[in-house]
C-alpha cells in the first residue's frame, strides 16, 4: 500500500496494479478499551519552534490544525509530514494522507510535496476530490485511519495521519443527514456529530504492547475564522489540543502564522523534559506563554494610549512579543529546527525581560541555561 | 419472554410482542445478545435504548427481557478496577476480546473467582437491621469493605462464616420474623436509577481539603456538596478534575468519563498508582474506581454512567466512608440524553435538549449529601459530587450550564483568557461562587482563628477592586492612579501569580495544605500592609514594589512542606527590613 494513491473508496488511481489483500478489515473500527491503551509520553521533533517548543506533539496524539480559508495550513502541515521524527530512534515511519473534498490543485500540491521530498514511498494517499460523491467523504476519513491501524499495530510502524479537511467531511454528514430527515442539531449538523467525529479521532493512540502508534493531524478551516462554530468547537472537546492559525500574523507575514496562545497541547507536559527533551523546557514554556501574553497586551494599551503610558517593564514586555513573533514564530517554511536550538532560542529572547520577572523558570536553570550578557 | 424488532434507528430499537416486559427491564438484542433497556412501552410496543453499537441489527430479530433492572453489582472487587458505563471490567475484557471492545461481551462486574478474606464482625444471635455490618474484607491496602445486611432484609443471625469466600458464596444466614431464612453473600445488587436508601440527611459543614488553594480558600466546596466546573475547551477542565481526584481529602474517589478521550483515562490509569495519598502513603488507585465511557464507545452507555457511578458513590457511603464523584463530563451526558429523545421522537426543549432535562441532572446531583447511614450503629457517610460541564463555545447561557448552576451550590468557572495566559487553574475568581462560605465559616475559625476568613475577604476585596482599576488603567493610563491605588494592582498581581496561580506538574506546588494556603495568603498579604504603612510615611512607590524580598514571595509557593513556615518567616523579615530602608531613603532617593 505504502507509495499508492487511492480514492475515497479504497480503488487505486495511480495506474498501479490492484492490491492484493493481506487482511480484510472493518473500516468503522471497533472503541478501543482504555485499558488497552498506553500513554503518549513520546517526543515527535516537527522542526516548527512554536510546536516543538510550546505545543509539543507526542506519538499517538490528535493534535488538529484550525485554519481559516485562505491560511497557509496545507504548508504546515507538510512541512510537519516531511520533517517529524521522534528523537534518537530509527523506527519505520509512514504517512496516511486523506483528502477530503479538497481541490485538486490542493491535493496536487501534498502529493508534489510528498514526491519532492521522496517521502511519497512511504505514503499511503486516500483521495476524495471536491467533484467526488459527498456520500464517499464519509467513508474515506474511515478507509485512512483503518490503513493507518493496520500500519500501526500490524505492522509495527509510526504513523502520522493527515486529514484535510474535517470541515467537508462534516458538511458531507449534514447532507447524509437532511437526506435522511433526521432531526437537525445546532447550525443544521446531526445531533451525533460529537459523536461520529469521536469514533474518528479516538482512533488516534497507542497500544500497550505494540510497537506502532497512530498520530494525527486533522486539518479544519473554521468558517469566518470562528472558533465556536460547531466543527471546531466540537473537535476541540475530542481531540488533545489545537494549533491555531491566526490571519492577522498571516497579513503581517509571519511564516507559519500560527497563533501561540489559545493554542495548546495537552499532552505536552508527559513528552517533554529530562530524557525526552530537556530539563528546562517546561519552565521556559510557562515563561514565555505568561510573558508574550503579557506583551500583547502591553501593544494594545500603546496603541490606545501611546508609548508614555507603559511602565519601564512593560515596554520591555512588548517589545519582547514583537521579537517573539519574528524570530520564534516566523521561521519559514523550510527551516528545520532541533528542539535545543528553540530551548536556546526561547532563552535568548527571554533575556530581554528583567530577571525577577522569571518567576516560572527555577533559578537554577536560569543559572544554566540563560546567555550570558555581553 | 421475547419479543421482535420492528425498527432500529442508532441506538433506539422499537420491538413488538414484550406485553410482559416492564419499562427500565434491561433486555438483550438480536443473536449478539447486545444489552438494552426499556425506555418506554406502548401495548407490547418497547422502545429499546441499546448500550452497544447496533450495526447489522435488523427487523425480526429477536429481543429477550431479563425482567430486571438496569443494576450494578456492589461488593469487594470495584476499587482498584475500571468499567465501562455499564459496569463491565474493562481489563477482563480485553483479556477476553483483544485491544478493541467487541459486542455483547458479557462479563460479571466482579471476579466470580476471586476469594476475599471476610472477617466476620456480628456474632451469631444478633438481631441486625438493613445496613449493619456482617463482616468486613480489607479490599485493598487503604480500604476495608465493610459488607452489609441489604436493603429489606433484617432478622437474628444465624449462621455466618469466616475465612476466604467468593462474592457469590453465602457468608450469613438471617432468620427474619415469620421464620424465613435469607442466605447472604458479599455481593448485592441496586438498581442504578434509584438513590439508595438512609435514615437522615444533614446540611454539609466541614470542608474537602482538596489542595487547590483558589478551591480551598477563595471558594470552598463542603463534604456530601455538589460543584460544577464548566469551561471551554483547553481551559483545564480535565486538569481541575484530575487534581481533586488525587488530593481531595476523602475516602473514595469515584471518577467517570463520560464521553472524553480515551488517552485521558490511560492517564488516570497509569498515574494512580504511582501517587501516593498525602495522608496515609497508600498508592491513589487503591481508593479509587474508574467508570470509563470513552468517546467512541456507544452513546447510551454514556447515559447509563453517570447512574453507574453515583450508585458505587452511595453504596461506599453508606459503610461511612466519604466519596467524591467526578465526572467528565456532564454535557456529553445530556447529549446522550438529547440524542436518545430526538430518535424517540419526543418534543424538544430548548436548544433540542429534552424537557426533562434539569429534572434528571436535579436527581443527579441530589443524590449527593452528607448523610446517616442505615443500620443500628451511628454511622455518617457523605457522597461530593462535581460535574464539569463543556459548554459549546464556552457559553454558559446554554441550557445543560444554566440548569446546573441552579442546582449546584459551588461554581468554578474556568476562564479561557486565564489558560491563554497560562494561569492555571484558570479559575476566574469574579464569576466563580461557593455558597458553601458561611457553613464552612465556623470550620476554618476553629482551626485557624478568625484570620483565614478575614485575609480571603481581603484578598476578594482586592482582587474586586483590581478589576475596577484595571478598567481606568485601560482608558487613562496608570500614572493617572494614586499611588495606594497601584499599590492594590501591584498586590492583586501578587495574588494572582504569587498565590492563585497552582502548577498541577510541579511536586511541591500541586498540593497545598491549609495551613501553607493560610500562611502563604497572609505573606502576600503583609506585603500589602507594610507597603501601605511605608506610602503613608512617603516611601519611594517604585523601590517598594522592586524590593528583592518579592520575588521570594513569587518562589515561596514551591517551598518545601517541611520547610515553608521557617522560610516564610525569613521572608516576612527580609520584607521588613528592606521596606524600613526604603522609607529611610525617603521620597526620592
Known amino acids: ?374 | 419472554m421475547s419479543g421482535t424488532i420492528t425498527k432500529v434507528s442508532g441506538p433506539l430499537v422499537v420491538a413488538e410482542g414484550l406485553a410482559d416486559a416492564n419499562v427500565s427491564d434491561v433486555v438483550r438484542v438480536g443473536s449478539q445478545r447486545l444489552i438494552g433497556e426499556i425506555l418506554n412501552m406502548t401495548g407490547d410496543r418497547a422502545s429499546i435504548q441499546v448500550y452497544e453499537e447496533t450495526s447489522g441489527l435488523g427487523p425480526g430479530a429477536l429481543v429477550e427481557t431479563t425482567g430486571m433492572p438496569m443494576s450494578v453489582e456492589l461488593g469487594p472487587g470495584m476499587l482498584d478496577n475500571i468499567y465501562d458505563g455499564i459496569q463491565r471490567p474493562l481489563p477482563e475484557m480485553r483479556a477476553l476480546t483483544g485491544d478493541n471492545i467487541t459486542r455483547g461481551t458479557d462479563v460479571p462486574a466482579l471476579n466470580r473467582e476471586k476469594k476475599w478474606d471476610f472477617v466476620p464482625v456480628a456474632k451469631i444471635g444478633d438481631k441486625l437491621v438493613a445496613g449493619d455490618v456482617l463482616g468486613t474484607v480489607q479490599e485493598t491496602s487503604a480500604i476495608l469493605h465493610k459488607i452489609m445486611v441489604p436493603y429489606r432484609v433484617s432478622g437474628e443471625l444465624v449462621r455466618i462464616e469466616s475465612g476466604e469466600h467468593t462474592v457469590t458464596d453465602v457468608i450469613a444466614v438471617l432468620k427474619d420474623e415469620k421464620g424465613k431464612e435469607h442466605e447472604l453473600t458479599m455481593m448485592q445488587r441496586w438498581p442504578v436509577r434509584i438513590a439508595r436508601p438512609y435514615t437522615r440527611k444533614y446540611v454539609p459543614s466541614r470542608p474537602m481539603n482538596s489542595g487547590q488553594r483558589i478551591i480551598d480558600t477563595l471558594f470552598p466546596i463542603a463534604k456530601g456538596g455538589t460543584a460544577a466546573v464548566p469551561g471551554p475547551f483547553g481551559s483545564g477542565k480535565t486538569v481541575v478534575q484530575h487534581q481533586l481526584a488525587k488530593w481531595s481529602d476523602v475516602d473514595i474517589v469515584i471518577y467517570i468519563g463520560c464521553g472524553e478521550r480515551g488517552n485521558e483515562m490511560t492517564d488516570v490509569l497509569m498515574e494512580f498508582p504511582e501517587l501516593k495519598d498525602p495522608r496515609n502513603g497508600e498508592p491513589l488507585m487503591k481508593r479509587t474506581v474508574l467508570i470509563a465511557n470513552t468517546s467512541d464507545m456507544p452513546v447510551a452507555a454514556r447515559e447509563a454512567s453517570i447512574y453507574t457511578g453515583i450508585t458505587i458513590a452511595e453504596y461506599f457511603r453508606d459503610m461511612g466512608y466519604d466519596v467524591a464523584v467526578l465526572a467528565d463530563s456532564t454535557s456529553r451526558w445530556a447529549e446522550a440524553l438529547r440524542e436518545m429523545s430526538g430518535r424517540l421522537e419526543e418534543m424538544p426543549g430548548e436548544e433540542g435538549y429534552p424537557a426533562y432535562l434539569a429534572s434528571r441532572l436535579a436527581q443527579f446531583y441530589e443524590r449527593a449529601g452528607v448523610v446517616e447511614c442505615l443500620g443500628s450503629e451511628d454511622r455518617q457517610g457523605s457522597v461530593t459530587a462535581i460535574g464539569a460541564v463543556s459548554p459549546p463555545g464556552g457559553d454558559i447561557s446554554e441550557p445543560v450550564s444554566q440548569a446546573t448552576m441552579r442546582i449546584v451550590k459551588v461554581f468554578w468557572a474556568l476562564d479561557s483568557s486565564l489558560a491563554y495566559a497560562r494561569h492555571f487553574p484558570a479559575i476566574n475568581w469574579l464569576t466563580s461562587y461557593s455558597l458553601y462560605l458561611e457553613g464552612l465559616g465556623p470550620w476554618y475559625n476553629e482551626q485557624f482563628g478568625e484570620a483565614y476568613m478575614k485575609n480571603r475577604e481581603k484578598a476578594m476585596h482586592i482582587l474586586q477592586e483590581e478589576s475596577e482599576l484595571q478598567e481606568i488603567v485601560r482608558l487613562v493610563g496608570q500614572d493617572a492612579l494614586s499611588p495606594a491605588d497601584r499599590l492594590t494592582m501591584e498586590t492583586a498581581k501578587s495574588i494572582r501569580e504569587d498565590f492563585l496561580q497552582q502548577n498541577a506538574f510541579v511536586d511541591e506546588d500541586a498540593y497545598s495544605s491549609y495551613l501553607k494556603q493560610f500562611k502563604l495568603m497572609a505573606l502576600v498579604l503583609r506585603f500589602d500592609s507594610l507597603c501601605r504603612e511605608a506610602l503613608d510615611k512617603g516611601a519611594n512607590m517604585n523601590k517598594l514594589f522592586a524590593i528583592d524580598a518579592r520575588e521570594r514571595i513569587g518562589r515561596a509557593k514551591t517551598v518545601d512542606v517541611n520547610e515553608f513556615e521557617r522560610v516564610y518567616a525569613e521572608i516576612e523579615a527580609q520584607m521588613q527590613r528592606e521596606i524600613e530602608e526604603v522609607i529611610a531613603g525617603g521620597e526620592d532617593a
Open chain 1, 1 to 374: 500500500m505504502l507509495g499508492r494513491v487511492f480514492n475515497g473508496m479504497g480503488q487505486p488511481i495511480d495506474g498501479g496494479p490492484a492490491i492484493l489483500a493481506d487482511a480484510h478489515m472493518d473500516i468503522n473500527g471497533l472503541p478501543m478499551n482504555p485499558a488497552a491503551r498506553a500513554y503518549p509520553a513520546e517526543f515527535i521533533q516537527t522542526g516548527v519552534s512554536t510546536i516543538d517548543g510550546l505545543n509539543t506533539l507526542v506519538r499517538g496524539q490528535k493534535l488538529p490544525i484550525f485554519s481559516g480559508s485562505g491560511l497557509p495550513h496545507a504548508a504546515l502541515a507538510a512541512q510537519i509530514a516531511r520533517q517529524a521524527r521522534v528523537l534518537g530512534d530509527n523506527e519505520t515511519f509512514a504517512v496516511v494522507f486523506a483528502a477530503i473534498g479538497i481541490t485538486f490543485e490542493e491535493s496536487e500540491y501534498f502529493i508534489n510535496d510528498f514526491r519532492r521530498t521522496g517521502a511519497i514511498d512511504r505514503t499511503v494517499v486516500f483521495s476524495n476530490l471536491a467533484n467526488d460523491p459527498a456520500v464517499e467523504r464519509i467513508a474515506t476519513p474511515r478507509m485512512a485511519l483503518t490503513a493507518a491501524e493496520y500500519l500501526a499495530f500490524e505492522k509495527d510502524m509510526q504513523v502520522l495521519v493527515i486529514l484535510t479537511d474535517i470541515t467537508n467531511y462534516a458538511e458531507a454528514l449534514r447532507e447524509v443527514s437532511a437526506a435522511k430527515k433526521e432531526v437537525p442539531g445546532r447550525r443544521g449538523y446531526p445531533g451525533y456529530l460529537y459523536t461520529d467525529l469521536a469514533t474518528m479521532y479516538e482512533r488516534a493512540g497507542r497500544r500497550q504492547g505494540k510497537k506502532g502508534s497512530i498520530t494525527m493531524i486533522p486539518i479544519l478551516t473554521m468558517p469566518e475564522d470562528d472558533k465556536t462554530h460547531p466543527i471546531p468547537d466540537l473537535t476541540g472537546y475530542i481531540t488533545e489540543g489545537q494549533i491555531i492559525l491566526s490571519r492577522d500574523l498571516h497579513r503581517k507575514g509571519i511564516v507559519p502564522p500560527v497563533d501561540v496562545l489559545p493554542s495548546l497541547s495537552r499532552l505536552k507536559d508527559k513528552g517533554i523534559g529530562v530524557g525526552k527533551t530537556r530539563e528546562d523546557h517546561a519552565g521556559t514554556m510557562n515563561q514565555l506563554f505568561a510573558a508574550y501574553s503579557r506583551g500583547k497586551d502591553a501593544k494594545e494599551l500603546m496603541t490606545i494610549l501611546g508609548e508614555a503610558a507603559l511602565s519601564d517593564d512593560d515596554k520591555l514586555f512588548a517589545k519582547f512579543a514583537d521579537e517573539f513573533e519574528r524570530r520564534y514564530v516566523s521561521q519559514g517554511n523550510s527551516t528545520n529546527r532541533s528542539i535545543q536550538e528553540t530551548l536556546d532560542l526561547g532563552w535568548e529572547l527571554l533575556s530581554i525581560l528583567p530577571r525577577r520577572e522569571l518567576k516560572r523558570i527555577k533559578p537554577e536553570m536560569i543559572e544554566k541555561y540563560m546567555p550570558k550578557e555581553q
